[in-house]
């Protein structure tokens, strides 16, 4: 995915949490934009429940996806 594609999905607002799908089938949810730092050739993420950043490539992420909330069951 072109690096300009990936900055435009998470500048939106409100930002809602995302799912970014590799070519290699990882997934990885960020729950905050300030928890990913965008350049035009690398990715710095901290996944939800990760103790570690995961660095990957651009061209790497297949789609982005919003996380849809789980509904609540009375």
């Known amino acids: 995915m072109k690096p300009e594609a990936i900055k435009k999905v998470f500048s939106r607002r409100p ?8 070519d290699n089938g990882e997934r990885f949810v960020v729950a ?3 928890l990913a730092l965008l350049g035009e050739t690398m990715i710095a993420l901290m996944p939800v429940g990760a103790t570690d950043p995961e660095i990957i490539a651009p061209e790497a992420v297949s789609s982005i996806h919003a996380v849809r909330k789980r509904s609540r069951r009375a």
Request: hydrophobic share 45%; glycine share 0%.
């Open 32 to 34: 905050h934009p300030e």
């Open 15 to 22: 930002f809602r949490p995302l799912e970014l799908v590799l």
